[in-house]
């Protein structure tokens, strides 16, 4: 177990009287492509929202490389390794594709106020070398020629690939990505599976993905856990899932009781 | 109204737009990253100018005392984020206005308590307020000195906001609290970035406006405020280059219609509020805004 580099261990939450995770347990390994895939409302996001430290579980935990990470602040979860996408795409709108990716460097530009305030050599290098970086992240997405346009200015495609660049910029080791194919046509979609792979080996990253579309699963992951009203119905191939009764019923109802 | 008459107003009218211009980037940029208009603003801007005047009666030259207001309103400003603000981040925002009214309430009560409502008299240093003249316009020293200084800050402030990382931070939470926690930043140290500057600038307008009325007491920011705030609309709320402009709007308004119209002097405080109507009714997001629900600088 030693090399699961994300566990989730027996965790239950609940909003109000509403259970959304019920007593959910997987690890994700070291260098996998890990799906999550579900119907709507099945605690998708909400598992994801546990790990970025958005959300407490009510009970159970979250370890990162085998470090217990349950509760920690988003913007201290991201220092230990972790980003994520959104379902909806979150990018700083009227900033610049070029700001957008910047502000993910954040996490690394390890200069002082003192530094900043008085321009010291060494802050003009990193600013330098973060801009670098920036732009060769830009470059293996393709969205170079953006990098000087609002960042709404973009197609939905490409606003997807800023947001997992600057994902990127913070140095994730485990990167979260929360339906990245929604609303791409199969052209983009193919395109975006192979830039996924491309940033998987270059970067060295371990993906969790949450997905509907199964050819995309298919393609793209390792393993995969299918939840359904918030517990696991699922965990092995996706091969294996497309054909197990209990994932065709929860996608397509039950039909030994209609 | 002669040339000469209008030129003086002109100077007159950019002092006084001044004024509201600080206050206003102050209410702009914590509405940008909190959604809140801070009522308390004006009570900052009145405590800078009294920290100022204290620091002078105690003998420190007005220089070092402006230093003193300026750093006082800053803690003032950071004080009333992490111990009023910042445990409602998540409550309604409405629970937040009501604070700040309160938080207001209690600045303004506090000061009288303490130092009494008589107004003080404020002794602004010669070179401030000796008049010149420049053919037949006479002007103190301070309308010209007013204007500059409000440009200056105003360009330090744009380069903060787009020039330095805590600028894009800021200009980023103005959109998405949550995305920039995820960006490894403290979204809590940004907000009191933004407190320390809207404050200061606050105290910094504080201080002008003892120089250019001179006097003082604990109610000087309610009306001042109020008149930034709106300001701060009539540009569009959450636009700094917006409240700028939309403070020498006001400025200039206020001097020009009294000056034509002396019979209507006694309405000038209420030129500010028409404005505000105006544009509540006609364009909610004022001159330079688009989107209310999207924050921009």
């Given amino acids: 177990?030693?090399?699961?580099?994300?566990?989730?261990?027996?965790?239950?939450?609940?909003?109000?009287?509403?259970?959304?995770?019920?007593?959910?347990?997987?690890?994700?390994?070291?260098?996998?492509?890990?799906?999550?895939?579900?119907?709507?409302?099945?605690?998708?996001?909400?598992?994801?929202?546990?790990?970025?430290?958005?959300?407490?579980?009510?009970?159970?935990?979250?370890?990162?490389?085998?470090?217990?990470?349950?509760?920690?602040?988003?913007?201290?979860?991201?220092?230990?390794?972790?980003?994520?996408?959104?379902?909806?795409?979150?990018?700083?709108k009227s900033m610049t594709v070029l700001e957008n990716i910047l502000i993910g460097f954040d996490a690394q530009a390890n200069y002082s106020y003192f530094e900043a305030i008085f321009r010291l050599p060494r802050f003009f290098?990193?600013?330098?070398?973060?801009?670098?970086?920036?732009?060769?992240?830009?470059?293996?997405?393709?969205?170079?020629?953006?990098?000087?346009?609002?960042?709404?200015?973009?197609?939905?495609?490409?606003?997807?690939?800023?947001?997992?660049?600057?994902?990127?910029?913070?140095?994730?080791?485990?990167?979260?990505?929360d339906e990245p194919a929604a609303g791409m046509n199969p052209k983009e979609t193919d395109e975006l599976a192979n830039i996924i792979h491309k940033i998987k080996s270059d970067f060295n990253l371990t993906i969790l993905l949450i997905e509907h579309d199964m050819k995309f699963v298919n393609r793209m992951c390792d393993q995969l856990t299918v939840l359904d009203y918030g517990a696991k119905i699922f965990e092995g191939k996706p091969a294996d899932a497309i054909v197990d009764e209990k994932v065709i019923s929860a996608y397509l109802g039950d039909f030994s009781h209609a | 109204m002669n040339l000469d008459i209008f030129l003086q107003q002109l100077v007159n009218g950019a002092s006084l737009g001044s004024m509201y211009a600080l206050i206003a980037i102050g209410y702009t940029m914590v509405y940008g990253v909190l959604r809140l208009i801070n009522f308390a603003h004006g009570d900052i801007m009145m405590v800078g100018a009294f920290l100022t005047f204290f620091a002078m009666q105690s003998g420190i030259p007005f220089e070092a005392a402006l230093i003193i207001g300026i750093a006082g309103a800053a803690i003032i400003g950071i004080l009333t984020d992490k111990i009023a603000y910042k445990p409602l981040r998540e409550a309604p925002k409405i629970s937040l206005l009501i604070?700040?009214?309160?938080?207001?309430?209690?600045?303004?009560n506090l000061f009288t308590v303490l130092f009494g409502s008589t107004p003080k008299a404020f002794k602004a240093p010669e070179y401030l307020t000796k008049i010149f003249h420049l053919g037949n316009i006479y002007l103190p020293i301070s309308v010209i000195i007013?204007?500059?200084?409000?440009?200056?800050?105003?360009?330090?402030?744009?380069?903060?906001?787009?020039?330095?990382?805590?600028?894009?931070?800021?200009?980023?939470?103005?959109?998405?609290?949550?995305?920039?926690?995820?960006?490894?930043?403290?979204?809590?140290?940004?907000?009191?970035?933004?407190?320390?500057?809207?404050?200061?600038?606050?105290?910094?307008?504080?201080?002008?406006?003892?120089?250019?009325?001179?006097?003082?007491?604990?109610?000087?920011?309610?009306?001042?405020?109020?008149?930034?705030?709106?300001?701060?609309?009539?540009?569009?709320?959450?636009?700094?280059?917006?409240?700028?402009?939309?403070g020498f709007i006001l400025g200039f308004t206020e001097i020009f219609v009294v000056a034509m119209f002396p019979e209507l002097g006694g309405y000038k405080d209420a030129f500010a509020f028409f404005f505000l109507i105006l544009v509540l009714l006609f364009k909610p997001t004022g001159i330079m805004g688009q989107d209310l629900e999207r924050g921009r600088f």
């Avoid at chain 1, 996001?45 to 920690?72: A, R």
Wanted: hydrophobic residues 50%; glycine residues 10%; positive net charge.
């Fill in chain 1, 125 to 177: 290098k990193r600013e330098r070398e973060i801009k670098e970086k920036a732009y060769e992240l830009m470059k293996i997405f393709g969205i170079t020629e953006f990098a000087n346009t609002n960042a709404t200015a973009l197609s939905y495609g490409n606003q997807r690939k800023v947001e997992i660049a600057r994902a990127l910029a913070t140095n994730p080791k485990l990167l979260l990505l």
């Fill in chain 2, 99 to 108: 604070t700040a009214i309160g938080i207001s309430f209690f600045l303004e």
């Fill in chain 1, 1 to 92: 177990m030693s090399d699961a580099i994300l566990k989730i261990d027996n965790i239950t939450m609940q909003f109000g009287g509403v259970t959304a995770i019920k007593e959910l347990s997987f690890n994700v390994q070291k260098g996998q492509t890990y799906g999550l895939i579900g119907p709507n409302g099945a605690g998708k996001t909400t598992i994801f929202n546990i790990i970025t430290g958005n959300l407490k579980p009510t009970k159970g935990f979250v370890f990162f490389e085998n470090k217990n990470i349950t509760g920690t602040k988003p913007n201290k979860v991201v220092y230990k390794g972790i980003a994520r996408t959104f379902q909806n795409i979150r990018l700083f």
């Fill in chain 2, 146 to 246: 007013i204007p500059t200084v409000t440009l200056l800050i105003l360009a330090i402030v744009l380069w903060i906001l787009y020039k330095t990382k805590y600028g894009m931070a800021i200009r980023a939470l103005a959109f998405d609290i949550q995305t920039v926690k995820l960006m490894g930043i403290d979204a809590d140290k940004i907000i009191m970035i933004v407190f320390i500057i809207g404050s200061s600038l606050a105290a910094i307008g504080g201080v002008f406006y003892a120089v250019s009325y001179p006097s003082i007491d604990p109610l000087m920011g309610i009306i001042v405020g109020l008149k930034a705030f709106a300001a701060a609309v009539l540009g569009g709320i959450g636009s700094v280059g917006g409240a700028v402009v939309g």
